[in-house]
């Protein structure tokens, strides 16, 4: 699986936006980059997923890099409840259909 | 909303007894996974299932673990004779697409505490 590096962790206080970065310059073109989070004592949930194109859902935006070497996950107004541990997972479309969690970022979200 | 389930939520045992851990994936998902998280370390990939066999396992999964999916609902894993070293918490996860395009549904995980 190809390597992701992210932060090891990371501050915001409440009600701000959160940009949270992760590098993957050995991407290849069939990777999608996942994101997922796990909070405290909780297994991990699904934010959201990319291919080339930036993406929007209800928790979150992604945004791609155009050579695609990183992304940024970005948390529009973080609540203490976003306070967890934050996975950018690459998965390729090929190959068995497991995700390969690292050590994530771990956001702090503080009043 | 569908969600995985996952029992016992915490389990404790004696080193080398039988231990399984049961999971109800989401009921039309195909793809069913073990992952551990030993405490303050990376989630693991254990085990993945597909078409009642194994499609995948890492090396963590030897001979003492086992799953099965016994009755088209439970997905199980066993551990044969329990290690202090499997004091961990145990997700369950499932899927209904094996590609990328998947999103992994988790459990809330049990904990497994070898005495």
């Known amino acids: 699986d190809a390597k992701t590096t992210q932060p090891n962790s990371m501050e915001s206080n409440e009600e701000e936006p959160v940009h949270l970065p992760c590098n993957h310059s050995?991407?290849?073109?069939?990777?999608?980059i996942h994101w997922y989070r796990q909070l405290p004592s909780q297994g991990p949930e699904y934010v959201i997923h990319?291919?080339?194109s930036n993406v929007n859902n209800r928790m979150a935006s992604l945004a791609i890099a155009e050579d695609r070497k990183s992304s940024t996950l970005i948390l529009h107004r973080a609540t203490l409840r976003d306070a967890a541990v934050y996975y950018c997972?690459?998965?390729?479309?090929?190959?068995?259909?497991?995700?390969?969690f690292g050590t994530g970022t771990r956001l702090q979200v503080t009043l | 909303e569908p969600e995985v389930t996952q029992t016992p939520s915490h389990q404790v045992t004696q080193m080398g007894q039988e231990v399984i851990l049961r999971c109800v994936p989401i009921?039309?998902?195909?793809?069913f996974y073990w992952y551990r998280q030993i405490l303050g370390q990376k989630v693991e990939f254990l085990v993945s299932f597909y078409n009642n066999e194994i499609s995948e396992k890492s090396e963590i999964f030897d001979d003492q673990f086992s799953v099965e999916r016994p009755d088209g609902s439970n997905f199980t894993l066993k551990i044969r004779s329990t290690k202090l070293e499997d004091s961990a918490m145990y997700f369950c996860?499932?899927?209904?697409?094996?590609?990328?395009?998947?999103?992994?549904?988790f459990g809330e995980g049990s904990r497994l505490t070898v005495l």
């Open positions: 997972i690459l998965q390729n479309t090929g190959t068995a259909s497991k995700l390969t």
């Open positions: 996860a499932s899927r209904n697409f094996k590609g990328s395009t998947g999103e992994l549904f």
């Open positions: 009921s039309n998902h195909l793809y």
């Open positions: 050995t991407i290849s073109g069939t990777d999608y």
């Open positions: 990319g291919l080339t």
